[in-house]
Every structure is written in C-alpha cells, then in structure tokens.
C-alpha cells in the first residue's frame, strides 16, 4: 500500500475537479498515479494548509493504527517551515467560512494566517510575537528532526520511504541560514533573523545526513513547485497542475524502482 502526505500539494489543490463536491480530481494527483503504476492501493493523508506538525501526527496516527494496513511505500512532502497550529474551539460556520479542515480542533496558521485563529486576543498577541521575536530556525530545526525520524521509523518497518520539500522557498531559507545572506522583507526568510553559526553547523550536517531519497527538492531533485514552474504548468494560486504530477509521479516511480 501506498501511503502519500503533506499539505496541499499533495491533497491536489486547484486541479480540475478539486471544488466539486465532493471532489473529483483525485485521479490527476500524483497519488493516484503512483499507486497505478505501482499497482497498489493508497492513503492519501494530504490536507491543504497543514504544517508538519500536523503532518507528522497524521502519519504516525496511521502507523500506529492496527486496524489499519502498514504501507510498503510512503511519500511525504513538507510544508512550510512557517507553518504552525493550534488546538482551540471554533464553531463550524466560521471553520467553513475560512475554508479549514479542523481535525481534533487543530487550527493551522502561519506569520501571514493569523487571522484563521479564531480568539482575537491571541491573534493580537501572536501578531507582536511574529513582528518582534519569531525566528524560523527554530521551526527549521523542528523540520529536519521529523524528516531523520521518519527516516528511523520507516527503516525499522521496512517501509520504502521518499520525502522532501513542497516548495522551492524552503530550501532557500536553508541556504539563507547556512550562507547569512542578507533577508528578503517580502519573502519567508524575512522571519531568519541573526546568525548562528553553531546552529549552522548543525542543520548543514542534519541536511547532508539525510538520504538521497530524504532530499527532493532539498539539493537533490526537482521540488514539484520548480516542476510546474519549469513547465509552465501553475495554477492561479501556484499549485502544480496536471502535467506536473505526471511528471512528479514518473519522478518517484524511478526512484522507488531504484530502491
């Protein structure tokens, strides 16, 4: 069994189908694809918005499940290192309203979502936290633990795992971190505030130690938004359209060939 997840890049944002409802677009994801050439049913666990903390629980939730089937291949593409969440109540028309998908009350927000938080005290108080002290190495750091650790578990399960990054941008915060090269005030990195260099020392060497397949779009391989730019294939919002996920899904059929 095929088990893909990460955010909307995953779930199938913007492709032809994806508003209808329910959706019918499943079948131009590189999800579906993949499980076709595999030959093999899937899971696809993507939801749009999510951070990696969601991530991460939502994998681990399935593997920890013995009612349900352990998978033999798994793809996960990470979100924004920006990304967070937060568990707190929000009533379903405003939910619905802000177009969420709240499992278990978690709402997911970045510096630039404040406002899908429902409680408007702590959107204030998380407005000055983002603009005075927030600084995305340490959501950086949280990252590339989850990514080493789904590398351990799913060698001791014996799982064929390939993962990465959803977006070109996450690999140029590294390179920001790593090169304290000066921030871009419209972009992500404006949140990488001074160097470090011991940090440096360790994300670099946290980087390289992953494997080939643990690095798509992390210096190895085309991340999928780089995909669809190269293709010319992006939607209104800048989520990859069908030729891309053909692309993507012939992508990770070599590579778990090669495996």
């Known amino acids: 069994m095929l088990l893909t997840a990460g955010c909307s890049f995953v779930w199938g944002d913007e492709l032809d189908g994806f508003d209808n409802d329910p959706p019918t677009h499943w079948p131009s994801t590189f999800t579906h694809l993949l499980s076709d050439k595999l030959e093999m049913p899937y899971v696809n666990l993507g ?21 349900k089937e352990n998978p033999t291949h798994m793809v996960i593409l990470w979100s ?4 967070n969440e937060i568990v ?6 405003r939910a619905l309203h802000m177009g ?17 938080i429902n409680k408007g005290a702590r959107r204030d108080h998380l407005t000055e936290y983002y603009e005075r002290y927030y600084d995305s190495k340490t959501d950086i750091s949280h990252g590339i633990t989850k990514m080493k650790s789904m590398e351990v578990i799913c060698d001791a399960m014996g799982i064929n795992l390939i993962q990465g990054v959803f977006h070109a941008r996450m690999y140029q915060n590294i390179l920001k ?13 404006r949140n990488i505030q001074e160097y470090v260099p ?3 020392s360790w994300l670099k060497k946290s ?17 999928l938004f780089n995909i669809a730019r190269s293709l010319g294939d992006l939607k209104e919002f ?7 996920q053909v692309v993507f899904a012939d992508f990770l059929y070599k590579q778990f060939k090669e495996m």
């Not at 939801?47 to 009612?67: A, K, P, Q, T, Y």
């Not at 707190?88 to 028309?93: F, K, S």
């Not at 971190?177 to 990195?189: E, G, I, K, W, Y």
């Not at 800048?238 to 891309?244: K, L, V």
Request: glycine share 6%.
């Open 177 to 189: 971190v790593l090169t304290n090269t000066p921030s871009n005030p419209d972009a992500d990195d």
């Open 207 to 223: 980087v390289i130690s992953l494997k080939d397949t643990s690095r798509v779009g992390l210096g190895r391989h085309r991340d």
């Open 47 to 67: 939801m749009c918005g999510s951070c990696n903390d969601r991530i991460f629980r939502d994998v681990i939730d399935h593997l920890h499940d013995s009612e």
């Open 100 to 116: 969420l998908g709240m499992p278990y009350n978690h709402v997911q927000f970045s510096p630039q979502r404040i406002k899908l």
């Open 88 to 93: 707190e109540e929000m009533p379903l028309e």
């Open 238 to 244: 800048d989520h990859p359209g069908e030729r891309s």
């Open 198 to 200: 011991e940090f440096a």
């Open 80 to 83: 924004a290192w920006q990304r």
